[in-house]
């Protein structure tokens, strides 16, 4: 069992940025892939990033490649997303995810966060 606990979120201007937190309980956090997804109103839940156990693997949407980085601190249980040059169509709730192996759908991940709100202004 894993659960998380996400943080960072808030209102930034466009252009700005913002640095997500997901803290994870259990002693097997460093054994899972980790991921952020991102739902905006009205819409489904999208993959934005995920990183393998070690946090030598990254893959990315297309839609935030180049402008968000996914890290990993394992001795602190703890994922990162580092949000730069943030656009309006960035605002969404974001969720922190646990898988087996790095995915970019919903469906590979066992456990959420209850996801923090992230809103950009223009």
């Known amino acids: 069992q894993v659960q998380l606990v996400e943080s960072g979120g808030g209102l930034v201007q466009a252009g700005g940025s913002l640095r997500l937190s997901c803290a994870a309980s259990?002693?097997?956090?460093?054994?899972?892939?980790m991921g952020w997804f991102r739902q905006a109103p009205g819409k489904e839940r999208e993959f934005v990033a995920t990183?393998?156990?070690?946090?030598?693997?990254?893959y990315y949407a297309d839609s935030v490649k180049g402008r968000f980085t996914i890290s990993r601190d394992n001795a602190k249980n703890t994922v990162y997303l580092q949000m730069n040059s943030l656009k309006p169509e960035d605002t969404a709730v974001y969720y922190c995810?646990?898988?087996?192996?790095?995915?970019?759908?919903?469906?590979?991940?066992?456990?959420w966060g209850q996801g923090t709100q992230v809103t950009v202004s223009s």
């Open positions: 259990g002693r097997t956090f460093s054994s899972y892939a």
């Open positions: 995810a646990a898988a087996r192996v790095p995915a970019g759908v919903v469906g590979a991940y066992d456990y």
């Open positions: 990183i393998n156990w070690s946090g030598g693997s990254t």
